[in-house]
């Protein structure tokens, strides 16, 4: 059974054009994450959502940005792709396992990925 | 801030060699250790995990790692490699009250047949 969902899978987009990648998630897990993981690099943390509470990396460009309108769905919008924008984007989720929540241990869990293609 | 280094970038081996990939961070205080997983065209997934106990952790597929706190280390072995284990190994570290894990690069391990 799918736990962490992405859509769609492969994103073409050109440059400069605004794209919006999908997460969603049936683990009723209070922390998203999203990561952009380029070839043969550790998965790069652009920021997550804790509850409600949106977390931005210091060094994520203003491009990307995200929403999470609920507890099951989260959005990563990038305003204005640039070639070096392509990469992998992965949506994680996860417990916290200091909420006292039953299941809460850290443990991530991702999605398949979205591959993005800028042209 | 904690930083995790994978030493070990890529490692080629045949069937039934032994494994130990190399995993370090630097944080002193309480952490919680990871191994993921990437399979090729698969989603990260956890291997296995450390946050107390018995400093020898046994995860799936007949991995385990060892914590030794003294040398900041938790390295992964696995004792027979298949073909199939052949994917990219990720070790993460959670430091004190956080919750937000620190990725090493990666080991890419082929496994040949």
């Known amino acids: 059974d799918a736990m962490v969902i992405q859509n769609p899978r492969y994103q073409v987009t050109q440059f400069g054009k605004p794209v919006t990648l999908s997460c969603s998630q049936t683990l009723n897990h209070n922390v998203m994450y999203w990561y952009q993981q380029k070839s043969s690099q550790a998965p790069k943390l652009l920021f997550h959502?804790?509850?409600?509470?949106?977390?931005n990396e210091a060094d994520t460009p203003d491009n990307f940005q995200s929403r999470r309108p609920n507890t099951s769905f989260c959005f990563l919008d990038i305003r204005s792709p640039g070639l070096g924008d392509a990469a992998m984007y992965l949506c994680?989720?996860?417990?916290?396992?200091?909420?006292?929540?039953?299941?809460?241990?850290?443990?991530?869990?991702f999605g398949p990925g979205t591959r993005l293609t800028v042209l | 801030a904690q930083s995790v280094s994978q030493h070990n970038h890529h490692v080629i081996l045949s069937e039934a060699a032994s494994l130990e990939l190399g995993c370090n961070y630097s944080?002193?205080?309480?952490?919680?250790l990871f191994w993921y997983v990437q399979y090729p065209g698969q989603h990260l997934q956890l291997l296995l995990k450390y946050f107390s106990g018995d400093p020898l952790v046994k995860g799936i597929k007949g991995f385990e790692a060892e914590f030794i706190k003294s040398k900041f280390s938790f390295n992964l072995r696995k004792p027979s490699v298949q073909w199939s284990d052949t994917a990219e190994y990720f070790c993460?570290?959670?430091?004190?009250?956080?919750?937000?894990?620190?990725f090493g690069r990666g080991t890419s391990l082929i496994v040949h047949p």
């Open positions: 959502y804790y509850d409600k509470d949106f977390n």
């Open positions: 944080y002193g205080g309480t952490v919680n």
């Open positions: 994680a989720t996860s417990r916290d396992r200091r909420s006292g929540l039953a299941g809460g241990t850290d443990t991530q869990y």
């Open positions: 993460a570290v959670i430091s004190g009250g956080s919750y937000i894990p620190t």
